[in-house]
């Protein structure tokens, strides 16, 4: 095993809002190469820079390649802000998850978000407790929002975390984080946490009620696989079903099981994206886990803080991470 550490001091934090000043801060990163082939993936000199910071706990990053531009959740602010290289991260929609004009507590803003067929930003609303598509174009966003599922035979979703959009159908998950008082909230009606397959129409499939904490959730690129994260610190797991034709699980397994690693490290299993040679790119404990498509453990980048999830490029390049209050760009090879 190869180890080869860096140690970051980024120079420039754009502000997340116009009364906090910019900072400076160090973050200390290390990776870990596990496997060889970590080599195809990322190159040994990486570069690491915090390009904002100063959220509650940011989620759901969302790169939007056509307009080179980046959405990510600071989910307990109720809050999506946008990032680019030119103007930095500003405000970009509010209310994102609880539009009700009552108080709320806990994390009720929006946490994934997606894109659907036609570019409309789809999203996953813990204090609305849907799958909503945004009534607006993304770059005039309003909070205007058009439920796609809010229910499983008739009863409120807990909380939607993460979401993939395929095709016109939405695949997510459905823990309580969202919940004030999480397993324990009296406004739980479902009970178990599932994974669940909606159409555009609304309806609604599911596919897991097996897992304990279902979180993150990505797709290999032919489809043919749905990834799940489970972030219980019991069962802190990713699992690999696969998908038919039709898009229905037809078989799972446990892709690596990280439950004793969990109990050492911040974080667990969370949010990941897949680039498209298949490598998985999982957040978990002490920060991102590659995986190759076959479930092969290449390497890690290992962080301070609970990353929660994480962001590709088109060429596989560019590595945005919500680290807590930090986002974080890892330039992975140039």
Not at 146 to 168: L, Q
Not at 212 to 221: E, Q, V
Not at 226 to 249: F, G, M, T
Request: with cysteine.
């Amino acid at each position: 095993m190869k180890i080869y550490y860096a140690c970051i001091l980024a120079a420039l934090l754009f502000n997340c809002s116009p009364k906090k000043e910019a900072q400076q801060t160090s973050l200390t990163v290390s990776f870990e190469r596990v496997s060889p082939s970590l080599d195809a993936v990322m190159s040994n000199e990486v570069t690491v820079s915090v390009i904002a910071q100063g959220y509650e706990w940011s989620e759901g990053p969302l790169w939007l390649e056509d307009k080179q531009m980046l959405l990510f959740s600071d989910v307990p602010a109720n809050t999506i802000y946008r990032w680019t290289e030119k103007e930095g991260a500003t405000k970009y929609l509010k209310p994102s998850g609880f539009t009700a004009q009552i108080s709320h507590g806990g994390e009720s803003g929006s946490n994934g978000l997606a894109l659907d067929d036609k570019g409309n930003l789809i999203l996953c609303q813990h204090g609305d407790r849907r799958i909503a598509l945004m009534n607006s174009p993304i770059d005039q966003p309003k909070a205007e929002f058009r439920t796609i599922a809010d229910k499983y035979n008739g009863k409120r979703f807990n909380s939607p975390n993460d979401v993939v959009s395929y095709n016109n159908n939405f695949f997510f998950t459905d823990p309580p984080y969202g919940l004030v008082k999480n397993m324990a909230d009296s406004s739980k009606e479902i009970a178990f946490q599932g994974v669940y397959r909606a159409k555009a129409n609304g309806q609604v499939q599911l596919l897991i009620d097996s897992l304990t904490r279902p979180n993150g959730i990505a797709f290999s690129p032919d489809h043919k696989k749905l990834y799940v994260a489970n972030s219980d610190p019991e069962k802190a797991r990713w699992y690999e079903y696969q998908l038919n034709d039709s898009l229905e699980i037809v078989s799972g397994k446990i892709l690596f099981d990280a439950t004793n690693i969990g109990s050492t490290e911040k974080g667990l299993p969370d949010g990941m994206k897949v680039d498209a040679q298949g490598n998985i790119f999982a957040t978990g404990p002490g920060g991102i886990w590659i995986f190759s498509g076959n479930g092969e453990l290449l390497g890690k980048i290992k962080v301070e803080e609970a990353t929660s999830n994480c962001a590709l490029t088109a060429d596989g390049k560019t590595l945005f991470v919500t680290n807590d209050m930090n986002i974080l760009r890892i330039q992975l090879r140039k």
